[in-house]
């Protein structure tokens, strides 16, 4: 039983790796008073703050990207679920942003961008653009299931598991769209397999 | 083959012969190499969080019933929707059972029955069920209080990792609410973000401690 006790203890490391990638360093110096930079509140805080910036980047890079998707492409129904959802992405990015206070960048993740590049410039027909938009959306939700194992405070836990379930719909729609089998769209335990990570995904 | 049984290898001989709740806790969060060692602290978890999964696992009991009961009316006769409903059962089966065995890990006693008070509530409308539209809306129903009570917990509990099992279990009840919205024409993705307003409190329905 301390066995299992010990692993579930190994959330602890997995803060360590997003915080690797997500500027936690220079975040230290910049973004908190000299009073704060002490203590476990300063590394609950700065930590969060880093976690949510890299979020913040991620949803306005699905912004981006949906905002680059030639919707002459969908049908009228799809292409207003791709706005609405942009929408959402739009609204997700603002409370990241709100959450992270001064680590925000208010700026979309480019290495994202670049990696999608290629992929929407081949996106040139319907279920091109629903492939691309299912696996942005499921590998967001899976961001945020990543997320909730490096969050501490207790606003960004509540703020991140908002937003897991909203991308897990979203996938549902394109999925479901693209008439892929149900056991694959919904898996009896979500998991963090494709999540965006700051370390593949550095932002400024 | 369930979910649980589909585990990576790898994780199960890290944590040997231990319980299903341990093996998802291992699937749901990113591999440890040995780089990884950590030193921070954890609090072990609380007599509240006991209280969290308990109230979870009889939270996914009732789900099971709730389909059980839907699927045993004879008001499914679409094929597809019979197949749909059938495999949300199973995995709110599987979703009880990681809940009871997070708790017996937690150092509680696992509540393995359907949750009575909330039971309670819901036996009129499952009562009134007359066709397939009132199953599945009942079980959309079913499907957000499930997803909202979820979120609600995230953040409550004194061990963290268990916010991340906790929704390993609720991303996959948005998705379940996702799909049947649909089917009786409402939308799978109403909102930018999931509100806890249907949320049901810990310890609804659990005897007294």
Do not use: W
Not at chain 1, 13 to 29: M, N, S, V, Y
Not at chain 1, 56 to 77: K, M, N, R, W
């Amino acid at each position: 039983m301390d066995e299992v006790v010990e692993e579930r203890r190994g959330l602890a490391p997995t803060r360590r790796r997003f915080l690797q990638g997500a500027g936690i360093a220079g975040l230290a110096a910049s973004a908190l008073p000299m009073a704060s930079l002490s203590g476990p509140a300063f590394a609950q805080e700065a930590g969060d703050a880093a976690i949510t910036a890299f979020a913040e980047s991620i949803e306005l890079a699905i912004v981006e990207a949906y905002g680059q998707i030639d919707v002459g492409l969908l049908t009228p129904q799809l292409a207003a679920t791709v706005a609405a959802f942009a929408d959402h992405h739009r609204e997700h990015a603002t409370a990241l942003g709100e959450a992270a206070g001064n680590a925000a960048t208010g700026e979309a993740n480019r290495e994202l961008l670049e990696d999608l590049d290629g992929r929407l410039a081949r996106a040139r027909d319907e279920p091109a653009v629903l492939e691309l938009a299912f696996s942005l959306e499921s590998s967001a939700a899976a961001t945020y299931l990543f997320a909730l194992g490096a969050l501490e405070a207790r606003g960004a836990l509540e703020l991140a598991a908002s937003v897991l379930p909203v991308e897990s719909e979203h996938a549902i729609v394109f999925g479901t769209a693209l008439e892929r089998p149900l056991a694959e769209l919904v898996p009896s335990f979500v998991n963090q397999d494709a999540a965006f990570k700051p370390d593949s995904f550095p932002f400024a | 083959m369930s979910e649980l049984d589909r585990l990576p290898r790898r994780g199960l001989l890290r944590i040997g012969g231990t319980t299903a709740a341990a093996a998802v806790l291992l699937a749901a969060c990113t591999e440890t190499g040995d780089d990884d060692a950590g030193t921070d602290e954890r609090q072990r978890p609380s007599r509240a969080d006991r209280e969290i999964l308990r109230t979870a696992s009889s939270l996914d009991e009732l789900a099971v019933v709730v389909y059980e009961t839907i699927l045993d009316s004879g008001f499914v006769t679409t094929t597809a929707v019979g197949d749909t409903l059938d495999l949300f059962r199973r995995h709110h089966r599987e979703h009880a059972r990681l809940f009871a065995a997070a708790t017996a890990d937690a150092g509680g006693e696992p509540f393995t029955e359907p949750n009575p008070v909330v039971r309670q509530q819901l036996q009129p409308a499952l009562d009134a069920i007359a066709d397939e539209a009132a199953a599945l809306a009942l079980a959309l129903d079913i499907e957000r209080v499930l997803a909202e009570t979820y979120q609600s917990f995230v953040g409550a509990f004194t061990d963290r990792s268990f916010d991340v099992a906790t929704m390993s279990v609720g991303g996959t009840e948005a998705r379940h609410a996702a799909v049947l919205a649909p089917l009786i024409g409402r939308p799978s993705a109403p909102d930018a973000f999931q509100p806890t307003g249907e949320a049901i409190p810990s310890g609804t329905g659990l005897p007294a401690a």
